[in-house]
């Protein structure tokens, strides 16, 4: 889609493909991210399409395309759910966060998808830019695009990556165990605080909970040594799983959080609440308390 041109309205709440109401989380943006490595690095931007206000707050429209334009981008970034682009010259960062259903994609001089990450071709059509928000148009020809049908992506100079805590997927020993000693809080809305460990959604901590089985409402300062260390062990293995898998879609769990779900390792019914402000689910047997 050239920048500039008409999007078509957005969709209604029930034209949403509801499988991706919990994505993307941090494998599906580590997915985005390598797009951006891959091809639109060091290519000179020559146009910009940063008139969505809302997608672009607080930026008004041209702000973003006078700041960019003639500049390349030098390397992509990630931790957690957010991506940031440095620029040439001591450039501004360009921050790019998908919001629930955005994705990134990388798209040849005569509008061919060339890459839009992996997670999100599952049901999708293959350069659909009818939701396009934003847009880099290079000298080429070649476009970098953020699709996003439900509009809660977020495109933004200078972000404040450094509120971020450490991302799940490097996060240490003691940095785990000190983000969860603080307070009281259910385990399952601190491994959600972006703040206290990066990347971590929905879908991510329903399987660190299940594979430590862990209650997803015990209390941080209930948890003993050894248990906190076992998530920290559960957190590293589905994330591994999620990067390799390419996605969350992949994650063993996954296919029990519905009624009359089983338990994948023991058989026993999945029981469903709502933990830290998320629909959780959790095995009724092995993370009874």
């Not at 700041?67 to 450039?91: E, F, I, P, Y």
């Not at 495109?155 to 450094?162: A, F, I, Q, S, T």
């Not at 050894?226 to 062990?233: A, G």
Request: charged letters at 30%.
């Amino acid at each position: 889609m050239a920048a500039g041109a008409a999007r078509e309205p957005d969709p209604s709440p029930h034209a949403v493909d509801t499988t991706l109401v919990d994505v993307p989380e941090l494998p599906e943006v580590e997915s985005a991210r390598a797009v951006l490595e891959r091809y639109a690095l060091k290519r000179r931007i020559v146009d910009v399409d940063d008139s969505d206000t809302y997608v672009c707050r607080p930026h008004h429209p041209g702000e973003i395309r006078d700041a960019l334009v003639g500049r390349s981008l030098t390397a992509a970034n990630r931790r957690g759910k957010s991506m940031w682009c440095d620029t040439d010259d001591d450039g501004p960062v360009l921050g790019i966060h998908l919001g629930m259903s955005g994705k990134v994609v990388f798209a040849a001089a005569d509008g061919d998808e060339i890459d839009g990450g992996d997670y999100w071709e599952r049901g999708r059509a293959k350069g659909d830019y009818r939701f396009t928000r934003f847009a880099l148009r290079f000298a080429d020809g070649t476009a970098l695009l953020l699709v996003d049908p439900r509009r809660l992506g977020r495109v933004r100079l200078d972000p404040p990556v450094e509120r971020l805590g450490p991302d799940a997927a490097d996060i240490t020993p003691a940095q785990f165990r000190s983000m969860m000693s603080r307070g009281t809080a259910p385990v399952k809305a601190r491994l959600l605080d972006q703040e206290a460990v990066a990347g971590v959604g929905n879908l991510l901590a329903d399987q660190t909970l299940w594979l430590a089985r862990t209650h997803p409402a015990r209390p941080v300062d209930e948890l003993s040594r050894p248990e906190v260390d076992r998530l920290l062990r559960a957190l590293r293995t589905a994330v591994t799983s999620a990067v390799e898998g390419g996605g969350v879609h992949v994650l063993s769990v996954i296919p029990a959080r519905h009624p009359d779900g089983r338990c994948p390792r023991c058989g026993a019914e999945m029981h469903r609440g709502v933990v830290g402000g998320r629909t959780t689910w959790w095995c009724s047997r092995e993370q009874a308390g």
